[in-house]
């Protein structure tokens, strides 16, 4: 009998190779029966590096291509950085899978060879919420806004241009370049994004997936829905300051929030803690609190 082939469908950037590969192995350890092929597509997103992401469409563009091919047929799945995603997702692709996540920090990273970061030169990041972070962090450095895969980024921070960048650890680590960090933020210094550290498998509506169901973790799975849930109620697009971290510890579940008001600038950081199964309404719940409305 001929294996039932299943095509997976991912960015074509090292690193959502890699990630789409784990999910693939994982796959493969419970489903031996089953054969996978992984096709790479270059997305609109990856192609227009020197805009920032607000100016050319957000975070849709790093899906589109993606989504096309998954409602045609052409793939079957598609892995994503959750982060990446939009916090709308349309209805006929639904989310199937939450692997385990990766830690969910941010890092700061310095140039090959330096100890320390050189004063006079800007820390790179491009995400605003990183920014606001960064500026209380680190109140004498400048920032400087920096775009492209993780490895072209290192490559500018190597060639002198930056005095340091914050990445995510999850990415640097799936890279096998955790080696680089020379900090890591506690996530109370900075706030990771929502979803940062878990990767998405996206399906379409009405087709049956269950042999995806052995890598869904539901730990992941409820830590990004209280995530997103808090993003979606503060309708962060991307280029609002927003930070979301949930964390499950038994039956309780953890939330830090950070939210800035885009008129005033103010930023408003705080936790709330609760039971495991209200995760969203406690997300809800935190938001209300962050922006006075509770
Ligand atoms: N925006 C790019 C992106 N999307 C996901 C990750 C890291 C992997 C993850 O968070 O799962 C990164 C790189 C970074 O922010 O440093």
Not at 31 to 41: F, G, R
Not at 146 to 155: A, I, K
Not at 232 to 238: A, K, P, R
Not at 250 to 278: F, V
Request: proline content about 4%; glycine content about 10%; some cysteine.
């Amino acid at each position: 009998m001929s294996k039932k082939k299943i095509i997976v469908g991912s960015r074509e950037s090292k690193l959502a190779v890699i990630q789409s590969e784990l999910v693939m192995e994982q796959i493969k350890a419970h489903h031996p029966e089953l054969e996978l092929e992984l096709v790479t597509m270059k997305t609109t997103g990856d192609k227009i590096l020197d805009k920032t992401l607000d100016k050319i469409g957000g975070k849709g563009l790093f899906v589109k291509e993606l989504d096309r091919a998954l409602r045609e047929g052409e793939i079957d799945i598609s892995v994503h950085s959750l982060k990446d995603m939009p916090m709308e997702v349309s209805e006929d692709l639904p989310l199937l899978a939450f692997p385990k996540r990766e830690r969910p920090t941010d890092v700061l990273v310095l140039p090959k060879g330096r100890k320390e970061m050189e004063k006079g030169k800007p820390i790179g990041s491009s995400s605003p919420r990183r920014n606001v972070q960064l500026a209380a962090l680190y109140p004498d450095m400048e920032q400087k806004s920096v775009r492209g895969n993780v490895q072209t980024r290192l490559s500018k921070l190597d060639s002198g241009e930056y005095s340091a960048l914050v990445l995510a650890y999850a990415g640097l680590k799936r890279l096998d370049l955790d080696d680089r960090v020379s900090r890591e933020f506690t996530p109370d210094e900075m706030i990771p994004a929502a979803g940062q550290g878990i990767m998405v498998v996206q399906g379409r509506l009405g087709e049956d997936y269950s042999w995806l169901s052995c890598i869904d973790d539901p730990r992941a799975r409820e830590e990004a829905a209280a995530e997103r849930a808090f993003v979606t109620y503060l309708d962060g697009g991307c280029s609002a300051p927003i930070g979301a971290f949930a964390e499950i510890e038994g039956d309780e579940i953890r939330i830090r929030g950070l939210y800035c008001d885009e008129g005033t600038g103010i930023c408003e950081r705080g936790q709330i803690q609760g039971k495991r199964g209200d995760a969203a309404e406690l997300a809800i719940t935190l938001a209300k609190q962050l922006k006075g409305e509770a």
